[in-house]
C-alpha cells in the first residue's frame, strides 16, 4: 500500500492521538481508583439490636445515659468485639403488664436479641404471682412466634410480702425459661440487692458501680447466646 505522507512530512493527527492517548490513560487511572477493593466491596453488616424490655433497673434511674445498664452492656460487648447495639427502651415504673402491651411496639424495632427484664414492679405492687407469670408467659410466646431468641432476667419478691408469695413469685422465672426453652439469667440483681455501696438511696435502684457489677454478671450469658446465635446463622 502507498503511503499517502510523503516523507518527512509531519503527522498532522499526532497531536490529536497525543491527546486520545492521554485521556484513556486518565479514565484507566481514575477507574483503578474509583474501583472498590475486595475488603471495600463487602458491605459491613449491620450490628445485632439487643433490645431490654426492662423497667428502671436497666433504664438508668437517676444515672448518667452512659451509666444506664444497656448503655454499659453495649460497651462491654464491643470490648469482646461483638457488633451490637443496644438502646435504651426500659420504663421506669413498668410492670410485666406493660411491658406486654408495648411488645408489639418494641417488636417493630427488629430485635436481634431479646432480654426481658420485668417482674420488679409487680413484686413491689403485691400483684397476683399468677398475673406476672401470665403475662410473662405471653410475652415469651409472642416472641416464640416471631423467632426472637430471648435471655429471661429473673426477679425476687421482696421478702416482707411473705415466704409463701415469695416462693410462688420467685419460681415463675425458671419455670417459664424451661417452657419456653429460652436462656434463663436467674436474678437479675445478682451481687448488687441489699448492697448499700452499690444501690441509691433508695435501696433499690443500683448505681453506676451496681450496674457495672450486674453487667459483669449478665455477660457470660449475653455472650453465649450471642454465639449461638452466630452458629445458628452460618
Keep these: 500500500m502507498t503511503n499517502l ?3 518527512g512530512e509531519p503527522n498532522r493527527y499526532g497531536p ?14 481514575l477507574s483503578c481508583l474509583l474501583a472498590p477493593s475486595d475488603a471495600m466491596a463487602q458491605v459491613t453488616p449491620a450490628p445485632l439490636k439487643i433490645i431490654v424490655l426492662g423497667d428502671s433497673l436497666s433504664a438508668g ?22 457488633a451490637v447495639s443496644v ?17 408489639d411496639w418494641i417488636l417493630a424495632d427488629k430485635p436481634g436479641l431479646m432480654i426481658v427484664e420485668l417482674g420488679a ?12 407469670r401470665e403475662n410473662l408467659d405471653k410475652i415469651l410466646t409472642k416472641l416464640a412466634e ?13 421478702r416482707n410480702l411473705g415466704s409463701e408469695y415469695g416462693k410462688v413469685f420467685d419460681a415463675i422465672y425458671p419455670d417459664l425459661a424451661k417452657k419456653h426453652g429460652v436462656a434463663l439469667y436467674p436474678f ?17 435502684h443500683p448505681t453506676t458501680e451496681g450496674v457495672a457489677v450486674i453487667v459483669k ?18
Design 16 to 29: 490529536v492521538a497525543a491527546a486520545f492517548n492521554r485521556l484513556g490513560a486518565l479514565i484507566l487511572l
Design 61 to 82: 434511674y437517676k444515672l448518667p445515659r452512659e451509666a444506664a445498664f444497656t448503655s454499659q452492656l453495649e460497651t462491654a460487648l464491643k470490648a469482646k468485639g461483638y
Design 87 to 103: 438502646p435504651n427502651t426500659g420504663v421506669s415504673g413498668e410492670t410485666t403488664s406493660g411491658g406486654l402491651s408495648r411488645l
Design 188 to 204: 437479675f440483681l445478682e451481687g448488687v440487692a441489699m448492697d448499700p455501696k452499690l444501690n441509691q438511696e433508695d435501696g433499690m
Design 217 to 234: 454478671n449478665i455477660l457470660p450469658t449475653v455472650t453465649a447466646t450471642l454465639d449461638k446465635i452466630k452458629a445458628g446463622a452460618k
Design 121 to 132: 414492679n409487680d413484686g413491689l405492687r403485691g400483684i397476683d404471682p399468677a398475673r406476672t
Design 146 to 158: 416471631k423467632n426472637v431468641p430471648v435471655i429471661l432476667a429473673g426477679m425476687m419478691a421482696p
Design 5 to 7: 505522507r510523503s516523507k
